[in-house]
């Protein structure tokens, strides 16, 4: 394998494509918005980040939707793409490059590979006879089906049977390789569960796949026959690739390969765990390109304890979510809320309930009630206290010292919950840390250093709070940073990155009295619940 050596100091991260065949759902927006926290996290450490999501538009699913509707293909990706883009931009999402798979130098690309593929003898023609998901664009294995012949993943549609030539790519000849790859790299499929899933089906013995399809038109001919169509996933797979070119660059693998690869982490969905943890290496592997440094396959999201789905009709629309709530607060709730890697639910009175406690009564009023305190007792400036004069062991400073550490190790393993859980205990703290410490008490007691001590170590803990939760709330973070004086918005990628890098903002006892307050204001409204009539 020939590993082009990329700079320690770039990371490179993926969502999958989406499929055009509908609007986004909140299922698609989860992983965009994970993705753009660790991305946002990756610039605070001075990385320099490249996130590349985008829609996959080809196959017989967004042909037949189209169809259906009496659109022509093309002309419904655009509106459907569109979509994705504009939910992108209602979430906060900081991508860096949007790849459509329809896009003409995407198809210069996939063509090269499977040129590499077919020379190294891994491409050959056959019969292929089984039982299809057009939904999932997948063949299913007769074992895998429900009764009636029905996907398990999509149980309101019948699977097809197919009996046709077909294109095959030499999967089986990668069994080894994969074995030894998962063997030598235990963290490439993430998280463990996900691991043992792929691990148990690669050791039953992998069969050759089809890669190309014949009555589909909607898709990339065959290089080699143009009778054919390129299948779905060979094509959509290599979007990643495409999306590292430059805007104006000619399109070959050597140019997209140039800066950014191999990507580093590839989020995804458990559903397609397989086409990336095992058919994507694989394919790496045959063309002769270094593989990807991690594979995470999320859960999915329920609702009211009911999978989500078009199927079940029980989807949640995002752009009503944000509209009603805001960015943040769509963000915090998943982030916070569910178990990266494992199934998560959805409830909308859980959701009002969690944003009140944490960031609008925990978070919000701490700021709030200590900058009036602040003002009353500090005439408005930042006590002259300074980092030195607060010993090690304060309460809170002994929670906001290793806390930086704690939470880049969370950010970093894709724990977004335990990081959002290791801040607001010292949110927590702070706000229990106060009401012991009654500085209105000590103020009536002439106690003037002890009130200052107390307000600096407080507001110096809603600082780090609000840096380190930067990532997922970074409006509210950049609130938060405004009335504490920092002329910085965690929106602006830049200036973020120089103004306040991890290794100085992401440590306790950064605040001086230097920084000249700003405007007070409450940061997260309470949220009213919704009547119901
Ligand atoms: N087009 C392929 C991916 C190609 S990547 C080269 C595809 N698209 S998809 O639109 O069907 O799904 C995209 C992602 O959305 C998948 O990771 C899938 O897991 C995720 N989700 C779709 N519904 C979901 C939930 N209800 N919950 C969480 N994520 C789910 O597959």
Same mark, same amino acid.
């Given at each position: 394998?020939?590993?082009?050596?990329?700079?320690?100091?770039?990371?490179?991260?993926?969502?999958?494509?989406?499929?055009?065949?509908?609007?986004?759902?909140?299922?698609?927006?989860?992983?965009?918005?994970?993705?753009?926290?660790?991305?946002?996290?990756?610039?605070?450490?001075?990385?320099?980040?490249?996130?590349?999501?985008?829609?996959?538009?080809?196959?017989?699913?967004?042909?037949?939707?189209?169809?259906?509707?009496?659109?022509?293909?093309?002309?419904?990706?655009?509106?459907?793409?569109?979509?994705?883009?504009?939910?992108?931009?209602?979430?906060?999402?900081?991508?860096?490059?949007?790849?459509?798979?329809?896009?003409?130098?995407?198809?210069?690309?996939?063509?090269?590979?499977?040129?590499?593929?077919?020379?190294?003898?891994?491409?050959?023609?056959?019969?292929?006879?089984?039982?299809?998901?057009?939904?999932?664009?997948?063949?299913?294995?007769?074992?895998?089906?429900?009764?009636?012949?029905?996907?398990?993943?999509?149980?309101?549609?019948?699977?097809?049977?197919?009996?046709?030539?077909?294109?095959?790519?030499?999967?089986?000849?990668?069994?080894?390789?994969?074995?030894?790859?998962?063997?030598?790299?235990?963290?490439?499929?993430?998280?463990?569960?996900?691991?043992?899933?792929?691990?148990?089906?690669?050791?039953?013995?992998?069969?050759?796949?089809?890669?190309?399809?014949?009555?589909?038109?909607?898709?990339?001919?065959?290089?080699?026959?143009?009778?054919?169509?390129?299948?779905?996933?060979?094509?959509?797979?290599?979007?990643?690739?495409?999306?590292?070119?430059?805007?104006?660059?000619?399109?070959?693998?050597?140019?997209?390969?140039?800066?950014?690869?191999?990507?580093?982490?590839?989020?995804?969905?458990?559903?397609?765990?397989?086409?990336?943890?095992?058919?994507?290496?694989?394919?790496?592997?045959?063309?002769?390109?270094?593989?990807?440094?991690?594979?995470?396959?999320?859960?999915?999201?329920?609702?009211?304890?009911?999978?989500?789905?078009?199927?079940?009709?029980?989807?949640?629309?995002?752009?009503?979510?944000?509209?009603?709530?805001?960015?943040?607060?769509?963000?915090?709730?998943?982030?916070?809320?569910?178990?990266?890697?494992?199934?998560?639910?959805?409830?909308?009175?859980?959701?009002?309930? &969690?944003? =009140? @406690?944490?960031? %609008?009564?925990?978070?919000?009023?701490?700021?709030?009630?200590? !900058?009036?305190? #602040? $003002?009353?007792?500090?005439?408005?400036?930042?006590?002259?206290?300074?980092?030195?004069?607060?010993?090690?062991?304060?309460?809170?400073?002994?929670?906001?010292?290793?806390?930086?550490?704690? &939470?880049? =190790? @969370?950010?970093? %393993?894709?724990?977004?919950?335990?990081?959002?859980?290791?801040? !607001?205990?010292? #949110? $927590?703290?702070?706000?229990?840390?106060?009401?012991?410490?009654?500085?209105?008490?000590?103020?009536?007691?002439?106690?003037?250093?002890?009130?200052?001590?107390?307000?600096?170590?407080?507001?110096?803990?809603?600082?780090?709070? %609000?840096?380190?939760?930067?990532?997922?709330?970074?409006?509210?973070?950049?609130?938060?940073?405004?009335?504490?004086?920092?002329?910085?918005?965690?929106?602006?990628?830049?200036?973020?990155?120089?103004?306040?890098?991890?290794?100085?903002?992401?440590?306790?006892?950064?605040?001086?009295?230097?920084?000249?307050?700003?405007?007070?204001?409450?940061?997260?409204?309470?949220?009213?619940?919704?009547?119901?009539?």
């Amino acid at each position: 394998m020939n590993q082009v050596k990329k700079t320690q100091n770039t990371f490179a991260l993926t969502t999958p494509l989406y499929y055009v065949n509908d609007l986004p759902h909140i299922g698609s927006a989860y992983t965009t918005m994970a993705a753009d926290v660790v991305a946002r996290f990756q610039r605070l450490l001075g990385h320099r980040v490249l996130l590349i999501t985008g829609t996959d538009e080809h196959g017989q699913k967004i042909q037949r939707t189209a169809e259906s509707k009496g659109r022509s293909p093309q002309s419904f990706s655009d509106e459907m793409s569109a979509g994705f883009v504009s939910l992108w931009q209602l979430l906060n999402i900081q991508y860096d490059r949007f790849i459509r798979t329809t896009a003409p130098r995407h198809e210069v690309l996939v063509k090269e590979f499977f040129q590499r593929v077919w020379e190294a003898g891994d491409i050959y023609h056959g019969q292929q006879k089984g039982w299809y998901c057009v939904s999932c664009e997948e063949f299913k294995e007769e074992r895998e089906l429900l009764e009636g012949h029905r996907c398990p993943l999509h149980p309101n549609k019948e699977v097809e049977w197919r009996d046709e030539q077909n294109y095959f790519f030499r999967l089986s000849k990668y069994q080894e390789k994969l074995q030894a790859l998962y063997e030598s790299r235990p963290d490439f499929i993430q998280p463990e569960s996900r691991r043992n899933e792929v691990l148990s089906f690669v050791n039953q013995g992998l069969q050759d796949f089809s890669i190309s399809r014949v009555n589909v038109d909607w898709g990339f001919p065959v290089p080699v026959d143009p009778n054919h169509t390129l299948y779905v996933w060979f094509d959509a797979l290599l979007g990643y690739v495409t999306a590292l070119l430059e805007p104006d660059e000619e399109p070959t693998i050597k140019n997209a390969l140039a800066k950014w690869w191999p990507i580093n982490l590839h989020l995804i969905g458990k559903d397609i765990l397989r086409f990336h943890a095992v058919y994507w290496p694989a394919m790496l592997m045959s063309a002769g390109l270094s593989l990807p440094e991690r594979v995470f396959g999320h859960g999915f999201l329920t609702k009211d304890g009911q999978k989500m789905g078009k199927s079940l009709g029980n989807t949640l629309d995002p752009i009503g979510l944000v509209e009603r709530y805001g960015s943040d607060a769509v963000r915090y709730y998943f982030l916070k809320e569910i178990e990266f890697g494992k199934d998560g639910d959805f409830n909308e009175s859980r959701f009002i309930d &969690v944003l =009140n @406690a944490d960031l %609008a009564n925990d978070l919000g009023n701490l700021l709030n009630r200590t !900058l009036g305190m #602040v $003002k009353k007792y500090c005439a408005g400036n930042v006590p002259t206290i300074t980092n030195e004069d607060i010993p090690f062991e304060h309460a809170l400073k002994a929670i906001g010292l290793p806390l930086g550490e704690q &939470v880049r =190790n @969370a950010y970093e %393993a894709l724990a977004f919950n335990q990081a959002c859980k290791a801040v !607001l205990s010292l #949110v $927590k703290t702070s706000n229990k840390f106060l009401d012991e410490q009654a500085p209105w008490s000590l103020y009536k007691q002439g106690q003037q250093q002890a009130v200052e001590q107390v307000l600096y170590a407080v507001l110096e803990s809603v600082r780090l709070a %609000a840096y380190l939760l930067s990532p997922i709330i970074p409006d509210t973070s950049s609130d938060i940073y405004q009335q504490l004086g920092f002329g910085i918005n965690f929106n602006e990628q830049i200036e973020t990155a120089t103004a306040a890098p991890f290794a100085i903002h992401g440590t306790w006892g950064v605040l001086t009295n230097q920084q000249k307050l700003g405007q007070a204001r409450p940061v997260f409204k309470k949220i009213e619940p919704p009547k119901n009539d």
